[in-house]
Nanobody, 120 residues
Framework: QVQLVASGGGSVQAGGSLRLSCTVSAYTFSKYCMGWFRQAPGKEREGVAAIVSDGRSSYADSVKGRFTISKDDAKNTLYLQMNDLKPEDTAMYYC??????????????WGQGTQVTVSS
């Protein structure tokens, strides 16, 4: 069974930065669409960023220019660099996958989340 283990969340002030990491226990990690989504209490799930095998990426409009997704195929690790954080970025962030290689902000499988809290 594939495991996605996210880490790196925390509490920061507005304008600060965090880097989330996700280790994936799947040797086929590099072949699929990987990404992050978030969910805040009382709000719908929001796809934040996605990346596919050739490195192309996609972002939600709400995070474009502030967040950067990247991956290290050799380490089976996914990253999300979050800069200029805003209070509205506060949410549980989940590392996720979709078992194809299409660049979309929707996912089929995810692990436990990591909490990001941004104070004003």
């Amino acid at each position: 069974q594939v495991q996605l283990v996210a880490s790196g969340g925390g509490s920061v002030q507005a304008g600060g930065s965090l880097r989330l990491s996700c280790t994936v226990s799947a040797y086929t990690f590099s072949k699929y669409c990987m990404g992050w989504f978030r969910q805040a209490p009382g709000k719908e799930r929001e796809g934040v960023a996605a990346i596919v095998s050739d490195g192309r990426s996609s972002y939600a409009d709400s995070v474009k220019g502030r967040f950067t997704i990247s991956k290290d195929d050799a380490k089976n690790t996914l990253y999300l660099q979050m800069n200029d954080l805003k209070p509205e970025d506060t949410a549980m962030y989940y590392c996720a996958a979709r078992w194809d290689n299409y660049l979309r902000l929707s996912f089929d499988y995810w692990g436990q989340g990591t909490q990001v809290t941004v104070s004003s």
